[in-house]
């Protein structure tokens, strides 16, 4: 296993631009301007973040490259999350978290689905969760990791297969896709999203979560500090309800459902032909909601 200390040595930064406006890191403020607060985030890692006074989006910038993020995400990402080193809390942790994700859909899905595709969805025992919760056989799990379940975990009925991309993925209709804390990670959010709507039909149903920027979490079990556990160098782009809705809208899904949970929000969209323009004056008019509550979180 590569050591995170090597990645540090071998980093290579960028200046973001908005992911969702477009806008000029020049046209941000820095989160160290508003709170005194030295900014590692989980892992160690050093991060930057920032507001978007354009349009509220919290991202990070400076950055690392793609490439940077290639190597993190191919040799050392994995290593974080490997829940056969604690598989008590690691697997019921996944299971429990996706029983309720399933409970959740289940209040608004019109349809019965035929397939699950899990984006970003590890060894692919959430999707397994799900499919047993559904009754659905037919499990495409989109995952670089290496990370797989055994033939012995998954049950006869259930078929699992594993892509590297969504582009890969074959079109199908009646699919229920899962992005459980995916979104955050997307370094190019417009062409992720739109990956993601190019792969739906408009039958098909998207579920989405991803952590709450205007809901940070305060009581902390294994860390001292909220910043520190909220910010990662993996997440890039850090929604509110209001940057997500329109991240979702402008790249041809349609909202049915958005609501901030347990310091999460949760969204279901549908596929649309209907691309919305960004509204960023009424965006703009949301910012000091944001920049107030970095600085509640802050004191």
């Known amino acids: 296993m590569t050591s995170p200390c090597f990645m540090l040595k071998s980093v290579r930064w960028l200046d973001s631009d908005c992911q969702l406006c477009r806008s000029s890191p020049l046209n941000a403020l820095k989160l160290t301007s508003l709170v005194n607060v030295n900014f590692f985030g989980q892992f160690g890692f050093a991060v930057f973040p920032v507001i ?12 690392w490259d793609d490439s940077t993020y290639d190597k993190f995400y191919n040799y050392v990402y994995d290593s974080f999350y490997r829940i ?6 690691g697997t019921s942790g996944v299971t429990s978290r996706y029983e309720e994700i399933g409970h959740h859909i289940a209040k608004f899905l019109d349809f019965r689905p035929s397939r699950i595709v899990d ?26 990791g290496k990370l797989r379940l055994t033939h012995s975990e998954i049950p006869s009925n259930i078929t699992i297969s594993y892509y590297p991309s969504l582009t890969l993925l074959p079109l199908k209709v009646n699919t229920l896709f899962v992005s459980r804390h995916t979104i955050e990670h997307f ?23 991803t952590p709450d920027a205007l809901d940070i979490r305060r009581d902390l079990r294994d860390y001292s500090d909220s910043f520190e556990y909220f910010f990662r160098v993996p997440h890039v782009v850090y929604y509110n309800e209001f940057t997500l809705r329109s991240a979702l809208s402008v790249n041809r899904l349609s909202v049915i459902d958005l609501s901030s949970v347990s310091h999460e929000l949760r969204v279901l969209a549908k596929a649309t032909d209907l691309s919305c323009v960004l509204d960023q004056p009424y ?12 600085r509640h979180v802050g004191t």
Do not use: W
């Open 119 to 144: 984006i970003g969805g590890g060894s692919g025992l959430g999707a397994l969760t799900l499919a047993k919760m559904f009754n659905i056989s037919e499990v495409d799990v989109i995952e670089a």
């Open 187 to 209: 370094l190019h959010l417009h062409d992720d999203i739109s990956f993601i709507r190019e792969a739906m039909h408009s039958s098909d149903l998207l579920f989405a979560s």
């Open 52 to 63: 978007c006074t354009k349009c509220g989006l919290t991202y990070l910038s400076r950055r």
């Open 283 to 294: 965006l703009a008019s949301k910012v000091q909601s944001q920049i107030s509550h970095y």
């Open 84 to 89: 056969d080193n604690f598989p008590e809390i």
